[in-house]
């Protein structure tokens, strides 16, 4: 059974930083893109993040330069580090593991997803 779980996240004042982690079990996903996507209240799922395979990387064009996304394929796990947070990047962040089609920014393209961690960033 795959199971991706997600920490790292919590309470932040505006400028600091945080690092999210997410373990994945149950499979090997070296050879699987690695997605990072949040959800404010009231609204839809948005995309932050993804790596490929190969580690190729792309970025919601909005956080470009504040948001690094990285991954550790030993540990099975890819992470999220966000500098600079603003009190607009409190959300719910979801990590999730690419399926083999689709659009690298598409929230139908990943297959399977953690149950999120809250980030809240204070003013």
């Known amino acids: 059974q795959v199971q991706l779980v997600e920490s790292g996240g919590g309470l932040v004042q505006a400028g600091g930083s945080l690092r999210l982690s997410c373990t994945a079990s149950?499979?090997?996903?070296?050879?699987?893109?690695m997605g990072w996507f949040r959800q404010a209240p009231g609204k839809k799922r948005e995309f932050v993040a993804t790596i490929t395979w190969s580690n190729n990387t792309i970025y919601a064009d909005s956080l470009k330069g504040r948001f690094t996304i990285s991954r550790d394929n030993a540990k099975n796990t890819v992470y999220l580090q966000m500098n600079s947070l603003k009190v607009e990047d409190t959300a719910v962040y979801y990590c999730a593991v690419k399926s083999n089609s689709g659009s690298l920014s598409a929230t139908g393209s990943y297959a399977y997803w953690g149950q999120g961690t809250q980030v809240t960033v204070s003013s």
């Open positions: 149950g499979r090997t996903f070296s050879s699987y893109g």
